[in-house]
């Protein structure tokens, strides 16, 4: 039985191992790296399979279509890297323009929210360090500390008013 179900899952693929074979031959000569050619593969498999499902008439020559796709494929993988590194080049540049200033603008940042912590009611700072520092949700709040959520909403409505007073009182944002 699980003979017969391998037989008609082969007889599904779309892509015979002599197609599978030029597609990954197509992508790996387009620059698409090793361990990446089984995804291509397997995307010029499910557009095969997309395009039956939609009702298209089957290629003429699967294969040619196949080796089209696979260089559709590679020169998308190429577009995709170039913006990468072009993205991450001008990342880097924007870091090392700002490391310093960044470095001294988030310690004064950091000190000034540690202060306005400081001078919060117990209960808003509870809940603030709960919600943006441990990253609770307001319902995990609520049941934590056995209060409605509307009170925790409440508290941090209040309490990140109040901080946000500070910092503009202290000329920090």
Sequence with gaps: MLRRRTR???????????QEDRVRAVLSLGGVPHGELQD????VRLRLLE???RGDEAPRDVSAWAAVV????AMDWHRARSRQERLGERLAALRQEHRVQDAAESRVLSLAV???LDELPD?????VVLRFYADLPVRAIAAELGIPEGTVKSRLHTAVRALRARLREGEVV
Excluded at 8 to 18: F, K, T, Y
Excluded at 40 to 43: K, L, N, R, T
């Design 70 to 73: 696979a260089s559709n494929l």
């Design 8 to 18: 008609r899952a082969e007889a599904a693929d779309p892509l015979d191992s002599v």
């Design 40 to 43: 291509g593969v397997q995307q």
């Design 114 to 116: 540690a202060q306005g």
């Design 123 to 127: 209960q808003q700072r509870q809940v």
């Design 51 to 53: 395009r039956a499902a």
